[in-house]
């Protein structure tokens, strides 16, 4: 047990449903994370919420649509996906948002949810 | 360009043997720091170690030590002793200081590791 729980573990949709993933951490930081992990790629940074304010976004198209109601807890709302969307999501937390000097700042994961668009 | 390169898609060892799966990365950032994580069947990625660029020493944590040649940019995870419960897949991964902000995490792609008995 990581501190960082992903639900569901598995999810399969078609590319007109709306679902939404979630993930909760029980460590008491204050920044959360969703990454994207397709297969023979790098991982991919979706979202970074540092104190429940969205502070990056890399370039994520529309039909994701990260939440982050208090420190604790983090969504992805997905609507219309397509099927290269499928891919392994990754939350992770860490104890402050890194920078400067806080470079060895290290993040705890999820187990991921493993979602297969139709 | 790569900021971080794993050349080594998938790795076997004997158990109880070392060893050494590479990690190049490029930067031209003065302050980066390097991690290692573990990623089992499960899907969780775990934490193993950290290396800072300004760290006068090699990192090592348990079974676990990391090979930091800074002219080569290049920072090897040796993992001593195998045992079958390593068998996983570990990424390296990079978070520069000033010109990534340093809040960026950049992962390469991952080298499988099997432990045979």
């Known amino acids: 047990e990581t501190g960082v729980t992903q639900t569901p573990r598995h999810l399969v949709m078609g590319m007109t449903n709306k679902k939404s993933l979630k993930c909760e951490q029980h460590l008491g930081h204050n920044a959360m994370y969703w990454y994207k992990q397709s297969a023979k790629k790098p991982l991919e940074l979706m979202f970074v919420?540092?104190?429940?304010?969205?502070?990056e976004n890399n370039s994520v198209p529309s039909r994701f649509s990260p939440e982050c109601p208090n420190s604790s807890h983090l969504f992805l709302h997905l609507h219309t996906l397509q099927p290269e969307d499928s891919a392994l999501y990754l939350c992770?937390?860490?104890?402050?948002?890194?920078?400067?000097?806080?470079?060895?700042?290290?993040?705890?994961f999820g187990s991921g949810t493993q979602l297969s668009v139709l | 360009a790569q900021k971080i390169t794993q050349t080594q898609p998938g790795m076997f060892v004997q158990e109880k043997e070392a060893v050494t799966l590479d990690c190049t990365y490029d930067t031209s950032d003065p302050s980066y720091g390097l991690f290692w994580y573990k990623q089992p069947s499960s899907g969780e990625m775990i934490f193993l170690i950290y290396?800072?660029?300004?760290?006068?020493q090699n990192a090592t944590e348990g079974r676990y030590s990391l090979n930091f040649q800074k002219a080569r940019k290049s920072a090897n995870l040796v993992i001593s002793a195998s045992q079958l419960g390593d068998s996983a897949m570990y990424f390296c991964?990079?978070?520069?200081?000033?010109?990534?902000?340093?809040?960026?995490?950049?992962f390469g792609t991952g080298t499988q590791l099997k432990v045979e008995l």
């Open positions: 919420y540092s104190l429940e304010e969205r502070v």
């Open positions: 290396q800072g660029s300004y760290d006068q």
């Open positions: 992770a937390s860490s104890l402050s948002f890194p920078g400067g000097t806080s470079m060895r700042e290290k993040l705890f």
């Open positions: 991964a990079m978070r520069e200081g000033v010109t990534g902000g340093g809040n960026k995490l950049t």
